[in-house]
């Protein structure tokens, strides 16, 4: 399923949002100028390698530097190839203006990197001695569209579901969409093999641990008195403080 444009309107620029993408497309560009052996250590040093903080003996023999604690962060900005930047890109910008002025430039960058180290550390839980680097901003993108199913439980989503070759466009309920995606990567999870490299190639822990995170801490980040919920009868949100 892929999301082609919510109903939810927004009266703010959303700046944080538009600097998330901004960041990440300059990354992933310079990646595109790396030769691949510089690329290879690259994602390894600053994406996030579950055996090098689970296993110091096999990060010492991997010549991994101390601490690289910043690749909780650093790998939600980087992106494995054009498939993978592009699709987190737009699903950021369809969800992500949304929460964003509900709950403020600042509140909303601090919740964004949090579930997105949240969404790192549920994948290393699951994956502890994977050796392949997870990358891309899905696990903070997750939590923000948690934190859109909470908050905007009444709002609608255009939807691309791809029948074969046929194109079926429909216009599911929020919550459907979002709770149908979510199953997805919650059973994918655990249908996989947990630990192994293979877990590693699609980080579903990764993608349900930021939407749990984000469906958790949203409310904890409306600015106080605040509360926005959608109308279906005008279109707009009231603030009610």
Do not use: K
Not at 109 to 124: D, K, M
Request: net charge neutral.
């Amino acid at each position: 399923m892929i999301p082609l444009r919510d109903n939810v309107p927004r009266s703010r620029r959303p700046l944080v949002t538009w600097t998330l993408v901004g960041l990440c497309t300059l990354l992933f560009l310079f990646e595109q100028l790396l030769p691949e052996p510089v690329l290879f250590e690259f994602l390894h040093i600053y994406g996030v390698v579950p055996a090098r903080y689970t296993d110091p003996a096999y990060a010492l023999a991997m010549g991994y530097p101390e601490g690289g604690l910043e690749s909780f962060v650093t790998y939600m900005f980087l992106h494995g190839g054009w498939l993978h930047f592009l699709l987190n890109m737009w699903v950021l910008w369809i969800f992500a203006d949304n929460v964003e002025e509900a709950l403020g430039p600042l509140r909303f960058t601090v919740f964004y990197l949090l579930c997105g180290l949240l969404a790192a550390l549920a994948h290393v839980l699951f994956n502890w001695n994977a050796t392949v680097p997870v990358i891309g901003a899905s696990g903070a993108i997750a939590g923000v569209m948690g934190a859109y199913f909470r908050l905007f439980p009444r709002a609608r989503v255009v939807t691309l579901i791809p029948i074969i070759i046929i194109p079926w466009i429909i216009e599911l309920p929020a919550v459907v969409f979002l709770g149908i995606w979510f199953g997805i990567q919650l059973l994918s999870g655990l249908s996989g093999s947990v630990g192994g490299d293979d877990a590693t190639s699609v980080a579903f822990w990764a993608h349900a641990g930021g939407f749990v995170a984000g469906l958790a801490l949203v409310r904890l980040f409306l600015p106080p008195g605040c509360r926005f919920c959608f109308d279906p009868r005008n279109r707009r949100y009231d603030r009610d403080a």
